[in-house]
């Protein structure tokens, strides 16, 4: 198979697809592209924050992004992470491409990346798979991080290729009875969701939707999200946010915090400030401000450490009008220098007084923010209560505990 040079991206909102640019590689490994008229002409702003509506050929050369693939960053958050990417590479590689373009990866996305973004020519795919069990979707996950992906079909790797993440997880539709299928086709009383696969332990999972119902009690936007659990472990599962309500086949532009400041996480940390002045930029409303100031304590308290670009997102509907995102990819994590999102220039930010004077950066009163801040402690107080529930073993919960309570202690000086 001969390497893509050029591929078309398209934005598919709400069900109607308008073209958006074409990606051209040059053999010296530079990326050209440029807005099409079609867009152009919809003054939809994908990217308004480092890529606004303009008649400009952009050129990149690929060999200084080569975290974000040579792409814009709102392109690139329609590539997968870690575990996605090594599914993909496996499967390029069965087809012939050891080394493939940044056009092979957005190919094998086709019209299934998180989002609105399809890209066309896509590569062959046949649905060999309808349907689903956990346990196939365990051995599947088990395999990739064996080294065997070439057990897999192609069904299983699209659905996991196609989420963004570090550790398994898959893209897929459930209905009520927990039945699973392709996402591709969407049956009656499906409804598509991520599924995170425990490969050994599922005290991740049990912690995750721990997390969520804490994050919910504390007035945060959380998506519908449950443990499915089988003799032996438990499966997180969450809505996706974006495709809409009324018709899940209709889709919504969604960007990462990161891909929208066009940044590389794994080379650039955005500060809470950056997060928050983005968020006002992008959205005019006061009440995401605060919806993100709450995200944003609540990930310090509860010791998220993992609380990078890419795990803050944004939505955009078919008038251009931005929202932020639900919460998703919260839980407790432990990371050597601390929180990835820096309050300021620190990365374990601790003091009272720091936190309210980020709410005055963000215009939020002081009142408003003490309150914010007293309802997340008095939540992760009742940490075991909801750690209990969903099965985290007391020696997790009381490890965990000791974190948050110092956190807590903090907090309140």
Not at 21 to 33: E, I, V
Not at 93 to 101: I, K, R, T, W, Y
Not at 243 to 261: E, F, S, V
Not at 264 to 276: F, G, K
Request: charged share 25%; hydrophobic share 40%.
């Amino acid at each position: 198979m001969r390497k893509l040079t050029e591929i078309d991206v398209h934005l598919n909102l709400l069900g109607e697809a308008t073209p958006l640019c074409r990606l051209s590689l040059s053999p010296d490994g530079k990326l050209a592209w440029r807005y099409s008229t079609e867009i152009l002409d919809s003054g939809l702003e994908v990217s308004p924050l480092t890529a606004p509506l303009n008649r400009d050929t952009h050129v990149i050369d690929i060999r200084t992004r080569l975290g974000l693939q040579g792409l814009p960053g709102f392109i690139a958050d329609a590539l997968p992470d870690r575990w996605g990417m090594r599914v993909m590479e496996v499967a390029l590689a069965e087809a012939g491409l050891l080394d493939p373009s940044v056009c092979d990866r957005l190919a094998w996305q086709s019209d299934r990346a998180i989002g609105a973004l399809e890209f066309q020519p896509s590569s062959d795919y046949i649905n060999e798979e309808t349907s689903w069990s956990l346990r196939q979707l365990q051995s599947s996950a088990r395999n990739v991080a064996a080294g065997n992906s070439e057990v897999l079909s192609q069904a299983y790797k699209h659905a996991a290729g196609s989420a963004g993440g570090a550790y398994p997880k898959f893209s897929l539709a459930i209905n009520d009875d927990g039945a699973l299928t392709s996402t591709d086709t969407l049956s009656e009383g499906y409804r598509p969701v991520i599924i995170k696969v425990p490969v050994e332990s599922d005290l991740q999972n049990r912690v995750e939707i721990s997390y969520a119902r804490m994050a919910e009690h504390t007035g945060i936007a959380v998506p519908l999200c449950e443990l499915l659990e089988d003799e032996e472990r438990g499966w997180f599962v969450i809505d996706r946010f974006d495709r809409t309500a009324t018709n899940y086949a209709y889709k919504l532009h969604q960007c990462t915090l990161a891909g929208l400041l066009d940044m590389d996480i794994a080379e650039q940390a955005i500060s809470a400030e950056m997060a928050l002045a983005a968020c006002r930029h992008l959205t005019q409303e006061q009440s995401d401000v605060v919806e993100l100031y709450r995200r944003i304590l609540f990930n310090y308290l509860a010791h998220n450490c993992d609380d990078h670009g890419k795990n803050f997102s944004f939505l955009m509907d078919g008038a251009g009008h931005w929202r932020l995102s639900p919460w998703y990819d919260g839980a407790y994590c432990k990371v050597n220098g601390g929180h990835a999102m820096r309050l300021g220039r620190l990365r374990v930010p601790t003091s009272r007084n720091r936190y309210l004077e980020l709410a005055r950066h963000a215009g939020i009163r002081k009142t408003d923010a003490e309150l914010i801040l007293e309802e997340i402690m008095a939540t992760l107080n009742d940490w075991p209560k909801y750690a209990e529930q969903f099965g985290v073993s007391e020696l997790n919960i009381s490890e965990i505990n000791q974190v948050l309570q110092a956190n807590c202690r903090s907090a309140q000086t």
